[in-house]
Each structure stands twice: as C-alpha cells, then as structure tokens.
C-alpha cells in the first residue's frame, strides 16, 4: 500500500530547520572574523561603538556649562520664590519661629552653595606626568602613561582621573579623588535643603491652592453690589459693561495675571521642583552612600561585581581590598582623621581627602599609608 504524505504539511518544519540553519551560518561568519590571533569581539564591538561613543563624549562636553547654567538657575529660582512668599509668611504667623528657620534655611544654602561650587572647580586629581609611578597596575591605552591602582580614563575629559567615579554633567567635571566628597556632600545637602522646603511649605501650599482655591467657573456669577465688576478665575477685576459681560469678551484677549495668580503658580512650580529633585538626588544619594559603605566607586562596583560573578565559579569569595567596614569606609571618605570631626562636615570645609590618590592601603596591608603626608605629590595631582 502506498503512503501519501502532502509536502504542505512538512513545509512549516522545512521553514524552520532553513532559517535555524542560515542563523548558524552568520553566527560562524561573525566569528570567524573575530577569532584570529589580531581581533576579538570586544575589539570589533568597541570599533562599531566608537561613533556613539565619540558623539556622547563631546556632547556631553559641549552641554556641560548650559547644565551648570541650569542648576545655578532653578536653585536661585526657588531660594528667591521662598524669599517672596515662604518668608513674610511665617513672619505674619510668628516672627520668633520665623528666626530659626532663617538660621538654619541659610546653613543649608551656604553648603549647597559650597560643596558645589568646590565640586565644580576642583579637579578630580590626575597622575603627575613626568613623575615616577611606583605602585601602577597598568598602562592606559589612551594616554600611553602608568596607571596607579584605582586610576581610569575619561573619554570626556581624555585623561586619566585618580580614583575616577563617574564624569558629571551637571558638574561639568570628572569626580574622582580631591572632589569626590563634595559631589556627594552637595547631594547630600541639596535633598535637605529640598525636604526643608516640602516641609515648612506644605501649610502655605495647602493655604493657597486649597482653602483659597478659585472657583471652577471662569467669571464669578455673583454680582458686587455696587461695583461693576467681575472676578476672573486668575483673580483680575474685570469691569463689566453695558451688556452686563466683562471686558474680556469685547477685546478677546486674556486679563493680565494678577500678584495671587503669580503666586499660586511659583508654588506649583517649586512643588514639582522639590518632588522632582528629591527623588532623583535621593535616590542617587542612597546609591552612593551605599558604594561608599562598602568602600568602592561605581566603576569598581562593576568590576568586583565581575570578579565575583568570576571566583564565585571556583568557589572562592573575593575580598573587596579596599573595604575596612563601613564606619572606617566613612571616616576616609570624608577625610575625618588627624583631629577633624564632624564640624568640618556640618560646615564648609576645604579639607584634602586621605592620600594622594597614586598609593592606597589595603586590608591586606600592615603598614600605615603616610600618602596624605605628601604634600608636594597631591599638589602635582592637581596641577597636571
């Protein structure tokens, strides 16, 4: 008896087996390029990528001053909205308790003001050329020069950084060694500043926006007695005419806002500022304190993330060599050693941070690193 099969019915396997089988052809064609003693895969993909990368570098350089531009004017913007409305505010309510809200108001604007004006004008500190490196780890393909132990280069600024975190738009700086503290401490002090102006201006939202509220209607229904006038929803007074309609009707044209429409929407605009800011730098905040707990930058913690991904196969742990514990991981990033407390935290402070950037002690070493005693080694840091 002879069996009949339909090639229709096979089609849809024949379909499949044909694309897989073509798959497996580019897959070994792409790799064949790759796999020779001159190229890999990383080498080909970093070749694609340079386009991108080399627009994002200048882009980002070239916007740097317009995002500084930024935060000097949304942050001078809401100090001056509080000046105008927070102020006589809570001076009509209560002038004793309008003082120390002034007080500590303006502590919070000078660090603001200072962690980052310091954190924009201080470089991040980058290996002396023409010194002798005794502690490098590698040779960065970019500069051709040593690179010492927690040092890389920035495709933005095209050097080398000591202790390089990340390269910050909004300072339009790298953050690394010398200036690592103040970018942190102005996040820091900007998402205080940002909840003490939640705070001491919900009442005065919910007093404006609320209880003081227009109504829905664009013109008031309810006549004055008297007075031939209308109250626009913005708050202008609109003289009526003849016909018993406001001006706005004749001339089309929308009444100028008044001091109270003025103030209602600078209120609505530092609300969504503040809600905005503290989410983002709170956020960012609680990263970084968590990378500084544990004694890394966030370059690093993508390396060690790796390196124990890697020994993690062996089953082998591996030690972070520049976690000391949290409480220590603390007290060298902010630089608390040699008799400086907390003041120089709780106030400006100019403070250098511990060691030079080029020499590190570990949690395998025995023997105190004497970098921060280098004065003329973090000078050339700065310099070069």
């Not at 500043?193 to 926006?209: A, K, R």
């Not at 609300?271 to 970084?288: Q, Y």
Request: net charge neutral.
């Amino acid at each position: 008896m002879v069996q009949i099969q339909w090639k229709i019915f096979s089609f849809p396997r024949r379909l499949r087996d044909s694309v897989r089988w073509q798959y497996r052809e580019f897959i070994f064609a792409v790799r064949s390029l790759t796999y020779n003693h001159f190229m890999n895969s990383s080498y080909a993909s970093d070749v694609v990528m340079e386009p991108m990368i080399w627009f994002v570098d200048n882009f980002t350089k070239f916007l740097g001053p317009f995002f500084i531009v930024c935060v000097i004017s949304l942050t001078s913007s809401v100090v001056a909205i509080c000046y105008w409305i927070g102020f006589p505010y809570w001076w009509e309510k209560s002038p004793a308790a309008t003082i120390p809200l002034l007080i500590v108001g303006h502590w919070l604007l000078v660090n603001i003001c200072f962690t980052y004006y310091m954190g924009v004008i201080t470089p991040p500190g980058y290996p002396p050329e023409g010194s002798l490196i005794t502690e490098a780890v590698s040779i960065c393909k970019k500069c051709i020069s040593p690179k010492p132990p927690r040092t890389h280069h920035c495709s933005v600024c095209n050097k080398c950084v000591l202790k390089m975190d990340h390269h910050c738009p909004w300072l339009n700086n790298c953050v690394g060694h010398l200036n690592h503290r103040y970018f942190y401490m102005y996040m820091v002090w900007m998402c205080v500043g940002v909840i003490f102006v939640m705070i001491f201006g919900v009442e005065i939202l919910y007093t404006e926006l609320i209880l003081n509220s227009p109504e829905d209607e664009d013109y008031d229904e309810t006549e004055l007695q008297g007075h031939p006038v209308r109250i626009h929803a913005s708050g202008a007074i609109i003289p009526v005419t003849e016909d018993g309609w406001g001006l706005i009707e004749e001339s089309g044209e929308e009444p100028a806002m008044t001091g109270m429409a003025w103030r209602r929407k600078c209120m609505i605009y530092v609300a969504l500022l503040c809600t905005g800011v503290f989410f983002a730098l709170g956020s960012l905040s609680i990263w970084h304190g968590k990378l500084i707990s544990r004694g890394e930058t966030s370059i690093e913690a993508n390396i060690n993330k790796k390196e124990r991904e890697r020994l993690a196969k062996f089953k082998r742990n591996y030690i972070n060599p520049y976690n000391f514990g949290k409480r220590k991981n603390w007290m060298l990033f902010l630089g608390l050693i040699n008799g400086r407390n907390w003041r120089h935290v709780l106030f400006p402070s100019t403070h250098p941070p511990v060691g030079n950037g080029l020499r590190w002690k570990t949690v395998h070493s025995d023997s105190e690193d004497d970098s921060d005693n280098d004065r003329e080694t973090l000078r050339s840091c700065v310099s070069s």
